[in-house]
């Protein structure tokens, strides 16, 4: 086993599936006590469980990220169970693909709760916690999309806009108190939510064929791809990494 995250505590929310699932995996095998936290209670547990197979140490906590008092249970449960919070990964996040004008109230307000205001429920209950510990590093999920729009994806766009904000301001507010917070901003990845994109996208005539990915990233990307930048910025190996958003894109964003 790895060990650059020895002797740390890490809750990834959305650390069920997909990105979040490859990060529950990294993480555990580079020594972190992970927390995966997930609405998703089936494939969460059988997560947990496999890691702990393999001799890593592993929970599942089920949170709904959107809910405080479910952001608070959960922080308490992993701070009972594991110690200190010393990694917290805002990963939990969904999508919703629609023209901008059919686009409801409530599905927007849903999204923003998933995406956004999840972030601020769940570094509101970490923070105190890991500046009593010392300090401590946090990951956000954005994204390509908080900088290069896509049609049918204007709330979704806004709510990464929104998160790739949140972490710089973050990372301003608690560098005293040794707190750094980055976001990890992926391309188009191979998880059920990118592949659900894809395919919606695609039902609404928005080219995202395999041509126009190949031209824009050249491929597909693999969850681990971005589980490993998650893995550098939450490492000590970031130490003066702060307030940065790490593209996970192989170029889509440079052209
Ligand atoms: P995924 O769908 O496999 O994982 C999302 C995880 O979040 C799932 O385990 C799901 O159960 C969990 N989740 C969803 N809503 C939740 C809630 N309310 N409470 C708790 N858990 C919840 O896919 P993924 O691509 O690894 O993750 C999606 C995240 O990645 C989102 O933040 C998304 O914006 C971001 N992202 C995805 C892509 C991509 O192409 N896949 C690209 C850029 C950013």
């Given at each position: ?20 699932g490859a990060s ?128 049918m994806e204007v ?101």
């Amino acid at each position: 086993m790895a060990n650059r995250l020895n002797n740390k505590v890490a809750l990834i929310s959305g650390g069920a599936t997909g990105m979040g699932g490859a990060s529950s995996r990294l993480f555990a095998a580079e020594g972190a006590a992970v927390a995966i936290v997930d609405i998703n209670a089936e494939t969460g547990n059988a997560l947990a469980a496999e890691i702990t197979k393999s001799g890593g140490n592993a929970i599942f906590v089920k949170c709904d990220v959107s809910k405080a008092s479910d952001v608070e249970a959960a922080v308490a449960a992993v701070q009972k169970q594991l110690g200190a919070i010393t990694v917290l990964f805002n990963h939990a996040g969904t999508i919703i693909i629609k023209p901008f004008l059919e686009t409801s109230e409530a599905e927007w307000d849903r999204l923003t709760d998933i995406n956004v205001k999840s972030m601020y429920l769940m570094t509101r209950a970490v923070l105190p916690q890991m500046i009593a510990a010392g300090g401590g590093s946090i990951v956000c999920t954005s994204s390509i999309s908080a900088v290069a729009a896509t049609p049918m994806e204007v709330a979704y766009n806004t709510t990464k806009g929104a998160c790739h904000m949140f972490a710089r301001a973050i990372a301003v507010e608690f560098r005293d108190r040794n707190i750094r917070c980055n976001a990890v901003c992926p391309g188009f990845v191979k998880t059920p939510h990118g592949l659900r994109e894809v395919k919606e996208l695609q039902a609404h005539g928005v080219d995202v064929s395999e041509a126009a990915l190949a031209a824009q990233q050249g491929r597909i990307c693999e969850p681990e791809e971005v589980a490993r930048a998650a893995l550098f910025l939450a490492s000590d190996e970031a130490s003066f990494v702060n307030g940065t958003h790490l593209f996970v894109d192989n170029g889509f964003t440079a052209i």
